[in-house]
């Protein structure tokens, strides 16, 4: 089902092309789908896909995201960045640091980043980035960025409940859903910009790494050529997690789980 719904006011929103065009509903499937789906019908760079529910909100690998009413962001936004295929990866990254600055600015928490894009609040999940991307030869047609922020969330279907956390549970009170949209895409828009300076990390780097759970704490890399563990370094401007190994080797991750002791129950 998809009934179209007001956006909050547009006062909340101070970005320069961010949300220029504003597409929002009470309930559809996923606002990932709806992004695509304009996106495919022509939607310009910037355009935004709200819900305040979704029926069918997807995590990575396939998994559902539980997205009732009332109590989350769920957010869509389409890009159409001029860059390499093999660099689009990293704009989960940039949507990670924007997660974390808008949340850190609003709420006055301090969440960090589970590699390579979770936002996390002691020790536990509070935000999905799933990233999805339409190709032409060489060339990106489009990138949607789905976000979704589990903000006055009270309670988790119970497969998640010990790794699951939001912004209400670790404050004690409610907090207002439209600052957040607003901070969050304010934030992503100026990341946005300076990652496209160089077409990687290299520009962000440091602040990730500030925001990094994972930096400077042990990690377990599960490799499908071998599991192992070591030590997390922090990124590297492809946005690989750098971890030495008992060996003191580097080995640059570029793909796969990585479990961090203290975080989602490994320890």
């Known amino acids: 089902m998809e009934i179209q719904a007001q956006f909050p006011p547009k006062t909340v929103l101070s970005t320069v092309w961010l949300g220029s065009q504003v597409n929002c509903f009470y309930e559809t499937d996923s606002t990932n789908r709806q992004a695509r789906k304009l996106a495919e019908e022509g939607a310009p760079h910037g355009t935004l896909v709200a819900a305040d529910s979704q029926s069918a909100g997807k995590g990575r690998r396939g998994r559902a995201w539980a997205s009732p009413h009332g109590v989350g962001v769920w957010m869509s936004f389409i890009l159409r960045p001029e860059l390499s295929p093999s660099k689009a990866s990293m704009l989960t990254l940039v949507a990670g640091m924007a997660v974390v600055a808008g949340i850190r600015q609003i709420s006055g928490l301090s969440p960090q980043i589970k590699w390579p894009n979770d936002a996390v609040v002691d020790g536990k999940k509070i935000c999905g980035i799933l990233t999805e991307m339409s190709t032409e030869e060489d060339s990106i047609r489009y990138v949607v960025v789905g976000i979704g922020i589990n903000v006055n969330t009270e309670s988790f279907?119970?497969?998640?409940?010990?790794?699951?956390?939001?912004?209400?549970?670790?404050?004690?009170?409610?907090?207002?859903?439209?600052?957040?949209?607003?901070?969050?895409?304010?934030?992503?828009?100026?990341?946005?910009?300076?990652?496209?300076?160089?077409?990687?990390?290299?520009?962000?780097?440091?602040?990730?790494?500030?925001?990094?759970?994972?930096?400077?704490?042990?990690?377990?890399?599960?490799?499908?050529?071998?599991?192992?563990?070591?030590?997390?370094?922090?990124?590297?401007?492809e946005g690989c997690l750098l971890v030495k190994r008992e060996d003191d080797s580097v080995s640059a991750v570029i793909s796969g789980e990585v479990s961090v002791r203290g975080i989602y129950g490994y320890v």
Request: charged share 25%; hydrophobic share 35%.
């Open 157 to 237: 279907p119970p497969e998640i409940s010990d790794t699951a956390t939001s912004l209400k549970l670790s404050l004690g009170h409610e907090l207002k859903r439209a600052p957040l949209i607003g901070a969050v895409l304010k934030s992503f828009e100026q990341y946005y910009s300076r990652f496209m300076e160089y077409g990687d990390m290299t520009g962000l780097m440091d602040e990730y790494n500030e925001m990094l759970a994972n930096r400077k704490r042990q990690v377990r890399v599960l490799d499908p050529h071998g599991s192992y563990e070591g030590m997390a370094l922090g990124i590297d401007k």
